[in-house]
């Protein structure tokens, strides 16, 4: 059972646009929200997280928004540049879990083209 | 370099071999993950050490396979009798412990092939 899913395996997208990653969640115990980015031979970054509590975080070009009655969360990237391109992972966990209890998504692999 | 590093990069072994793979955290970090990663999957919890404590394990450990951190620092994963499934990329991840919502730093992992 997915309980983190990313139904969009890959996304193609023009330089200077917006990239919008989206993940769907079933566990309403999920309490907060990571996505990493991972380069082909390396190890996942980390990009930016929410808490429930919030609809909304924004770090530089990058802004996670959750929808917690959807239980749905997305990332944009605007603008979006070459060096974007990787696969970005979402997360979830529950409130006060240590990262053994986070769940990772199957993974959205970005191509941002000039 | 201060992030997360793992050796070996590759591993390559015949089906029955042992393999060893090694993860050297953050230096400051107490807690030490491993995961571990199949093709068009996320990362998967493996195990997890506070300091010299290994505080839990995934059920997806079987007896095969076992972790140590003797002095707190560096950790080892070994697999026994490795199979064609154990093929994946095993990851480590250090975090400080110290936040209410956990972010995790990793290396670049460890690629075993077991033919």
């Known amino acids: 059972d997915q309980q983190v899913k990313q139904n969009s395996p890959s996304l193609s997208v023009q330089e200077g646009r917006i990239s919008i990653l989206n993940c769907d969640y079933t566990?309403?115990?999920?309490?907060?929200f990571l996505w990493y980015k991972k380069y082909p031979a390396e190890g996942p970054t980390f990009l930016i997280s929410?808490?429930?509590?919030?609809d909304k975080n924004e770090d530089g070009r990058f802004t996670v928004f959750l929808n917690k009655s959807a239980k749905h969360l997305s990332l944009h990237i605007v603008p979006s540049q070459p060096g974007d391109s990787a696969v970005y992972f979402c997360?979830?966990?529950?409130?006060?879990?240590?990262?053994?209890?986070?769940?990772f998504g199957t993974g959205t692999r970005l191509q941002v083209t000039l | 370099d201060t992030g997360v590093s793992q050796d070996p990069r590759h591993k390559i072994t015949k089906r029955g071999q042992n393999v060893t793979f090694r993860c050297d955290p953050i230096?400051?970090?107490?807690?030490l993950y491993w995961y571990r990663q199949t093709l068009g999957q996320g990362p998967e919890f493996l195990t997890y050490?506070?300091?010299?404590?290994?505080?839990?394990k995934s059920r997806l450990l079987s007896d095969r396979f076992s972790a140590e951190r003797p002095k707190g620092s560096f950790s080892t994963l070994e697999i026994q009798r490795t199979e064609q499934g154990d093929s994946a990329m095993y990851l480590c991840?250090?975090?400080?412990?110290?936040?209410?919502?956990?972010?995790?730093?990793f290396g670049s992992g460890t690629q075993l092939s077991v033919l």
């Open positions: 991840a250090s975090s400080s412990g110290r936040e209410t919502n956990e972010k995790l730093f």
């Open positions: 566990n309403s115990m999920f309490d907060y």
């Open positions: 230096s400051e970090h107490n807690r």
């Open positions: 050490f506070q300091n010299e404590a290994q505080l839990e």
């Open positions: 929410i808490s429930s509590i919030k």
């Open positions: 997360a979830a966990g529950p409130r006060g879990g240590t990262a053994s209890k986070l769940t």
